[in-house]
C-alpha cells in the first residue's frame, strides 16, 4: 500500500497504483458529467466526447505504476481541455495551451501505452472542431 516511510537517513516514499486509477477515473468521470451538461454542443459531439473520455480512462488503466504521475496529468489535462471546450464562452487561447499541455503529456505515455496519444489527439481535434463552429457562430 502507499505511503512514507522514514529507515535510518533514508526516505521511502511508495505508491499505490490503485490509488491513482481512483483519481483518473473519477476525473474523466466529471468531464463526461461537463459533457453531458453542455448547451454549446450537439448531441453526437457530446457523444463522441464521452466514448473518448472513457477510451482514455481505459488506456491510462494500463500505465505502468512508475508513470502514474504521468498518466493522472493526461487524465487532469483532458477533463480541463474537454470542461474548457464545452463551455458557453470557451476561452480560446486556454483551449490551445491546454491541448498543446495534453498532447505532450500524452506523448510521454506514448511508449508505455501507445493509444493514450492516439485518444488524446481525437479529443483536441473534436474540442478545436467545436470551437470552429463557436466562432463560426459569432
Do not use: C, H, Y
Not at 466526447?49 to 494500463?62: I, M, S, V
Not at 505532450?104 to 470551437?131: C, F, H, K, W, Y
Amino acid at each position: 500500500p502507499g505511503g512514507t516511510s522514514l529507515r535510518g537517513d533514508q526516505f521511502i516514499v511508495s505508491r499505490d497504483l490503485k490509488g491513482a486509477n481512483v483519481n483518473i477515473k473519477s476525473t474523466l468521470e466529471d468531464a463526461r458529467r461537463a459533457v453531458g451538461a453542455a448547451s454549446n454542443i450537439d448531441r453526437t459531439e457530446m457523444e463522441r466526447l464521452a466514448q473518448l473520455l472513457r477510451q482514455l480512462n481505459d488506456a491510462l488503466q494500463q500505465v505502468p505504476q512508475e508513470k502514474a504521475d504521468e498518466a493522472e496529468a493526461v487524465a487532469r489535462l483532458a477533463a480541463l481541455l474537454v470542461e474548457t471546450g464545452t463551455q458557453e464562452d470557451p476561452d480560446s487561447a486556454m483551449i490551445q495551451a491546454t491541448a498543446t499541455d495534453l498532447r505532450q503529456a500524452a506523448g510521454n505515455l506514448a511508449g508505455a501505452v501507445p493509444t493514450v496519444l492516439s485518444i488524446a489527439a481525437e479529443i483536441t481535434m473534436d474540442i478545436a472542431r467545436i470551437m470552429g463552429k463557436a466562432n463560426s457562430e459569432m
